[in-house]
């Protein structure tokens, strides 16, 4: 048989391609989409229990994190740092919420009903009704928790629907099965960020 009516086979090439593309080119990007949305729910689950104030945001930090990754997964890259970028403002904006709300615990530490050796000023169990205390630290607080659960129209809404649609796209247009179970996974880690947060703002505000 003539070897040039031999197919061309190119064992590196042929075993680590499919249709004419890497196999991690195909796989890595499906990859990173799952790790995304399951970090995000994972982190959310994780911060529903959490008592300590800043915990909680911690944990949504990598909550929120997961969106970021998730978003560059299905190739929303714009998306993904609209939401770097906005979830820095607000998420910046609750530390120093959380901050003062701690610095005014440990000053009104010998007038609380709850002094002791086990007092903690970061945990939320020892706070309740600061809103009439703290005014400024409540509404800032308020503004910046819309934010993070993605209440319209606050910046949040606007950066991570922007990732949910994506995610919901490359499910519908590109037939990604990644894009539906990363859209899944981040719409219930945004149901978990939206109770967690107004959980803390009534704990530590409203209780």
């Known amino acids: 048989m003539n070897r040039s009516t031999l197919p061309n086979f190119d064992p590196v090439h042929d075993v680590y391609h499919y249709e004419g593309q890497p196999l991690d080119a195909i796989f890595a990007p499906k990859s990173v989409a799952v790790i995304g949305a399951t970090t995000a729910l994972m982190a959310g689950f994780i911060a529903l229990g959490q008592w300590d104030i800043k915990r909680v945001l911690a944990y949504s930090t990598i909550s929120q994190l997961g969106f970021m990754v998730a978003a560059v997964g299905v190739g929303a890259y714009a998306a993904a740092m609209f939401h770097l970028v906005t979830h820095a403002c607000f998420k910046a904006l609750l530390f120093l919420g959380s901050g003062s709300v701690i610095h005014g615990m440990e000053h009104?530490?010998?007038?609380?009903?709850?002094?002791?050796?086990?007092?903690?000023?970061?945990?939320?169990?020892?706070?309740?009704?600061?809103?009439?205390?703290?005014?400024?630290?409540?509404?800032?607080?308020?503004?910046?928790?819309?934010?993070?659960?993605?209440?319209?129209?606050?910046?949040?809404?606007?950066?991570?629907?922007?990732?949910?649609?994506?995610?919901?796209?490359?499910?519908?247009?590109?037939?990604?099965?990644?894009?539906?179970?990363g859209f899944v996974l981040l719409l219930t880690a945004a149901a978990f960020t939206a109770f967690y947060m107004w959980r803390q703002v009534s704990l530590v505000f409203l209780g």
């Not at 970061?122 to 400024?136: K, T």
């Open 108 to 181: 009104g530490h010998h007038h609380a009903v709850h002094s002791g050796d086990d007092f903690d000023p970061q945990d939320m169990r020892f706070m309740g009704g600061l809103r009439e205390r703290m005014p400024v630290t409540y509404w800032t607080y308020l503004f910046g928790t819309l934010a993070l659960a993605g209440i319209i129209p606050f910046a949040g809404f606007w950066s991570k629907d922007e990732i949910l649609l994506d995610s919901l796209k490359a499910g519908v247009d590109k037939g990604l099965l990644s894009g539906y179970v």
